[in-house]
């Protein structure tokens, strides 16, 4: 059984940064296909990145594009989201995902999921 555990979220100021990890058990991160998506109040969960398993190319909603940085850690089985330069609007719950196949920005084919870190950017 896959199971996956948030870490990292707190309160920032804007322009601060925050680092997320996720550590996998059950499977390892580089067998997985992982992304992260963020859901606010009010809205649907939204895809934030994503790292490709065979390749490990990264992918990146406009968003986030050139302030997120997803990895992944082999070593301790754990993959990463570096988010600097945060914005207000980054205020979300984050969640990590891990799926067998593919599955870019598609929330539906990710079958597992970690509880989700709060992230609080603040004025």
């Known amino acids: 059984q896959v199971q996956l555990v948030e870490s990292g979220g707190g309160l920032v100021q804007a322009g601060g940064s925050l680092r997320l990890s996720c550590e996998a058990s059950g499977r390892t991160v580089r067998s997985s296909e992982m992304a992260w998506f963020r859901r606010t109040p009010g809205k649907e969960l939204e895809f934030v990145s994503a790292i490709k398993r065979s390749t490990g190319q990264t992918y990146y909603s406009d968003f986030v594009k050139g302030r997120f940085t997803i990895s992944r850690h082999n070593a301790n089985n754990t993959v990463s989201l570096q988010m600097n330069s945060l914005q207000i609007e980054d205020t979300a719950v984050y969640f990590c995902?891990?799926?067998?196949?593919?599955?870019?920005?598609?929330?539906?084919?990710?079958?597992?999921w970690g509880q989700g870190t709060q992230v609080t950017v603040s004025a």
């Open positions: 995902a891990g799926a067998l196949s593919w599955a870019y920005a598609d929330a539906k084919r990710y079958p597992y």
